[in-house]
């Protein structure tokens, strides 16, 4: 029973480890962004190209 | 760091605050201004006392665009270097109280000319609009005094780099020195506009001005005038808010190099501002636009950066899945609050520059109300929300006060007034300003054409959120007042935040000030030296002063 018991704990901790430094969250909201800026820009383009 | 104080000395907090009170008094003058200005635009509404609405819109630019935003950021940084590389000696704090006078009899002398309707130029005073000479006086003042308090800053960054030996300079000052660097070399233009041709002009002493000129020497200046109020809040988002929420910050050599790629790329870019200017080759222009895309880098950075800074955190306090991070941050402390605030409005505010300065497509959006409600999002709400957040731990800092729950409280409240005011006035004014509506511009029907008649609902919304806004301005002016004068006697703290990961070499490599000044001046002289020429060299007669209000 021991055995398990630890091999759970160490992959616990591996996997709070994990959780601590990923940065996940950080590249979907900038890919977000980029979406935004992009979105942004070529709306208006067509605007552009619509009036020329 | 052995040397860092942990609260600014009382001397060198009576000079920062000093800077403070007149920003907040501009605040309340120019804030009116432009609740003025909303409501006249609505045609809803006349200027009483036959009071132009150009005076009002001179006074609403220039007390917001240069005064609030110039004082402030200077007391800031006074504050900041205090507070990071030790008290001010006897010296710098006087040339800082010099710099200060002579700023504020600019600001008075300025404003008395606005004010009796002798300089309705506008805060951008193109020629050959003509203002009383005693306007462009005034301005120079306005300069001259900030060039003293950069110089007073640079004597003290160089004192203590002499005491430090090998020691990368403390994060905040380096920021502020780099502001300053920037500040010193864009006003080089302003002054020499202001000095060399529009104070003769004014004068009397020569009858005509190269327009062109003037107006390549004002945006030599205005574009890093922009980046001058903005730099300040990355000073609080990179070194200051990490503290705030518990955290630390992400990179400290990311945020260096940032601040250096501002001071290269937000200089040789002012033609994004002229692009429908006959006179100018599209190759220059094109140049320039280049160098402009380049500052996208170091601002998507900063977004980076912060995002980490807050994804780190969050993950430290057990957040789980892809934004729980989110779920962690601090949002009832106004601290935190205001200036996230301010960052969310900096996502469209960075779209619509991007699009501002995409060369041909600027043709959508030039002098339209678009650019009016684009820079009301960046300076009008990034760079004044992070201000105001700021000031909800600076003042009270400085004036030995804590801020209580209740002010706390209003001043969430507060920043929520704005975000819906600002919605209102800069989104219609975006939308407006794609139907052609112009800025700068009074009421006016245009003889009742239907697309001038088209803009009317948008002018109505703008006089809505200009009214909001004007609420938020009379609570925020309540909790800074309550801050300076009335919240309880206490200890303040002035946060700064620690690196994740100090990396004191690479810091120490970014000190290398002969190098950044080279390349920023080898980059000015690449994007302005032909064109410039040629605008000497093919000038036409140039134009007689004009005043027409």
């Known amino acids: 029973m021991a055995k398990p018991e630890l091999q759970r704990t160490k992959t616990n901790t591996k996997k709070m480890k994990e959780h601590d430094t990923s940065l996940k969250g950080t590249l979907a909201s900038v890919f977000l962004l980029g979406f935004f800026i992009i979105f942004s820009w070529v709306s208006v383009y067509f605007l552009f190209l619509h009036r020329l | ?549």
Not at chain 2, 61 to 76: A, E, M, N, P
Not at chain 2, 280 to 288: A, D, L, N, S
Not at chain 2, 333 to 344: I, K, W
Not at chain 2, 403 to 429: C, D, E, H, Y
């Open chain 2, 1 to 549: 760091m052995m040397n860092e104080t942990v609260k600014v000395d009382r001397r060198d907090a009576k000079l920062a605050l000093a800077h403070i009170y007149v920003a907040f008094i501009a605040l309340a003058l120019g804030g009116l201004a432009g609740l003025l200005q909303t409501l006249v635009r609505s045609g809803k509404f006349q200027l009483p006392a036959g009071i132009s609405y150009y005076t009002i819109l001179t006074t609403h630019g220039v007390l917001l665009g240069l005064v609030l935003t110039t004082f402030f950021i200077i007391g800031f940084q006074f504050a900041a270097v205090s507070r990071t590389s030790g008290t001010f000696s006897n010296r710098v704090r006087f040339w800082g109280w010099v710099g200060f006078w002579t700023m504020t009899i600019g600001t008075a002398t300025t404003a008395f000319f606005i004010l009796t309707g002798q300089a309705s130029v506008l805060y951008t005073f193109y020629a050959p609009l003509q203002a009383h000479a005693g306007f462009y006086l005034g301005l120079t003042l306005v300069v001259v005094g900030s060039w003293i308090s950069g110089f007073a800053t640079f004597v003290h960054y160089a004192r203590w780099k002499k005491e430090h030996p090998g020691k990368a300079s403390p994060l905040l000052t380096f920021m502020a020195v780099t502001n300053m660097v920037l500040w010193l070399v864009c006003t080089l233009g302003v002054a020499a506009t202001v000095l060399i041709q529009l104070l003769p002009w004014s004068l009397g002493i020569v009858d005509r001005v190269n327009v062109l000129v003037s107006r390549t020497l004002f945006w030599y200046f205005g574009h890093p005038l922009v980046y001058f109020w903005l730099l300040p809040a990355y000073m609080v988002w990179y070194a200051v808010i990490p503290k705030v929420i518990g955290g630390k910050i992400f990179s400290d050599s990311l945020a260096r190099l940032a601040f250096i790629l501002f001071l290269f790329f937000s200089i040789p870019v002012g033609f994004h501002h002229q692009l429908l200017e006959p006179g100018i080759t599209p190759f220059w222009k094109y140049v320039q636009v280049v160098l402009t895309f380049m500052v996208v880098i170091p601002s998507l950075m900063t977004a980076f950066a912060m995002f980490a800074t807050f994804e780190a955190y969050g993950r430290s306090k057990g957040a789980t899945g892809l934004f729980g991070w989110l779920r962690k941050l601090p949002w009832g402390d106004a601290r935190f609050f205001a200036p996230f605030v301010g960052m969310l409005f900096f996502i469209p505010a960075g779209a619509g520059g991007i699009i501002n300065a995409s060369h041909q497509m600027d043709q959508v959006v030039h002098n339209t109300i678009w650019v009016t409600g684009h820079f009301h999002l960046t300076v009008a709400t990034t760079v004044v929300l992070t201000f105001f957040g700021a000031a909800y731990w600076l003042v009270p800092h400085l004036s030995g006060r804590v801020m209580t729950k209740a002010m706390n409280r209003l001043a969430i409240i507060q920043t929520v007034v704005w975000a819906v005011g600002m919605s209102f006035m800069s989104g219609s004014m975006h939308f407006a300003g794609l139907l052609g509506a112009p800025r700068r511009s009074a009421f006016s029907t245009y003889g009742n054409s239907p697309q001038a008649l088209e803009w009317i609902p948008y002018q109505i919304a703008q006089a809505v959120g200009g009214t909001i806004l004007f609420i938020g301005i009379i609570l925020v002016l309540v909790i800074i007042t309550n801050l300076a004068f009335f919240a309880p006697k206490g200890e303040t703290e002035f946060p700064v935040a620690e690196a994740a990961e100090p990396q004191e070499r690479a810091a120490l490599a970014m000190d290398n000030w002969k190098l950044w000044i080279g390349i920023t001046i080898a980059l000015i002289l690449i994007a302005y030296t032909v064109p410039f020429i040629d605008m000497i060299q093919n000038a036409p007669p140039g134009s007689k002063g004009y005043k027409l209000w």
